[in-house]
């Protein structure tokens, strides 16, 4: 409803209800998918039209922000600043002040930047067949990737910006440094991504631990024979 609101749809934002007794607000789940299933699908997608899905998955910036994206957001400190972005209706805006930030240039995304052909667009990521910036038909050539790779539709904003968050806190990343890299406006947006897998949790847990649980147990049993 903001967004519709910012957008100039609707005048005025309606007053939410208020919910009563047992009644509360479930947030969906968060959907994500693995490094692995992600390079299935980008090996489907011509490859004219790879660069910008390699750099949502490098990023974890939302798909509205990388199309939108121009070469002058990319300073020479380092630096990738995310100040536009494209409305519901495809015209350019600029980000909220409290989401606006900027993401570190790893070798991964500056290897994407150098793969972009040199021409005198103002847009990092314009489409190569109209030269334009991609539209919102971007979606139908993940989902075709997907049908083809053999691996089931998720939407591109969780398959690049929730899988990026994810991927990271599975690997240990402390949540606090995932939050400013997703340029989150409150920091508590963080905990709908904290959905880890197993083997992440076990090894959590193994470093924490303080005893030899193994040789605590072989000396308890061997004193309760002597006894």
């Not at 380092?78 to 495809?90: C, Q, T, Y």
């Not at 989401?99 to 150098?114: C, H, M, N, R, W």
């Amino acid at each position: 409803m903001k967004d519709a609101k910012r957008s100039g749809y609707i005048d005025q934002v309606p007053e939410f209800p208020k919910l009563k007794g047992k009644n509360k607000v479930v947030a969906p789940p968060i959907r994500y998918i693995s490094p692995a299933d992600q390079m299935r699908i980008i090996e489907k997608i011509p490859q004219k039209h790879r660069p910008i899905f390699l750099f949502m998955m490098a990023t974890g910036c939302r798909p509205a922000e990388a199309r939108a994206l121009r070469k002058s957001d990319i300073r020479g400190d380092g630096k990738i600043w995310f100040e536009v972005a494209f409305g519901r209706g495809e015209e350019l805006k600029t980000v909220k002040q409290a989401k606006s930030g900027y993401f570190p240039i790893t070798e991964e995304v500056q290897q994407i930047f150098d793969q972009q052909p040199r021409n005198l667009t103002q847009w990092m990521f314009p489409n190569p067949t109209t030269g334009k910036p991609y539209t919102k038909n971007i979606n139908r050539i993940w989902n075709k990737a997907c049908d083809d790779a053999g691996v089931k539709r998720i939407n591109l904003y969780n398959a690049t910006r929730h899988s990026f968050a994810c991927q990271m806190l599975n690997n240990g990343t402390d949540k606090g440094l995932v939050s400013r890299l997703l340029r989150h406006s409150d920091p508590r947006m963080i905990e709908r991504y904290a959905e880890y897998e197993e083997d992440p949790l076990r090894a959590a847990v193994e470093k924490v631990r303080r005893v030899d649980f193994t040789n605590k147990m072989q000396t308890n049993n061997t004193g309760d024979k002597n006894e």
